[in-house]
């Protein structure tokens, strides 16, 4: 893990792709586009690990629109609540990740979420007018 700044560019793609489900996940925050598309396509990833590069500061756009679109990843509840957390996701997809969760528990998501204001005004007045929240 103390290596990964220091490998080969192939070496990384390698380790992404095959190595264990920690070193997947620190491949998460690489800055190579393909090195975290590599990793998140990992079997021994888990929804943990993603969702702690997801929340951690050194997580950029690139990885949030990824994971946010990957179609194994984007559909687990718990990992669009971290999506919801992040500053980097977009009010469309904030729109549908928020589908299905109670307001109360909403209103508690977007507390503690970096999206900027005026993503959480428009999610909770979506919220608010929907039925069924």
């Known amino acids: 893990m103390a290596r990964l700044k220091t490998?080969?560019?192939?070496?990384?793609?390698?380790?992404a792709r095959q190595g264990s489900g920690r070193i997947a996940g620190a491949l998460l925050l690489d800055?190579?586009?393909?090195?975290?598309?590599?990793?998140?396509?990992n079997s021994r990833l888990t929804e943990t690990l993603v969702i702690q590069a997801v929340l951690s500061p050194?997580?950029?756009?690139?990885?949030?629109?990824?994971?946010?679109?990957?179609?194994k990843w984007c559909y687990r509840r718990e990992l669009r609540i971290a999506l919801l957390r992040t500053e980097?996701?977009?009010l469309a997809?904030?729109?549908?990740?928020?589908?299905?969760?109670p307001l109360p528990l909403l209103r508690d998501i977007?507390?503690?979420s970096r999206l900027p204001?005026?993503?959480k005004e428009h999610i909770l007045r979506e919220s608010q007018a929907t039925p069924g929240f």
Not at 7 to 15: A, D, F, Q, V
Not at 58 to 68: H, N
Not at 93 to 101: D, P, V
């Open 7 to 15: 490998i080969t560019l192939g070496e990384r793609l390698s380790l």
């Open 117 to 119: 204001d005026r993503i």
């Open 88 to 90: 980097h996701l977009s």
């Open 31 to 41: 800055g190579e586009t393909r090195v975290m598309q590599m990793a998140l396509e």
């Open 58 to 71: 050194q997580a950029g756009a690139a990885l949030v629109q990824a994971v946010s679109h990957h179609a």
């Open 110 to 112: 977007l507390r503690g």
């Open 93 to 101: 997809r904030a729109l549908e990740f928020t589908q299905g969760i």
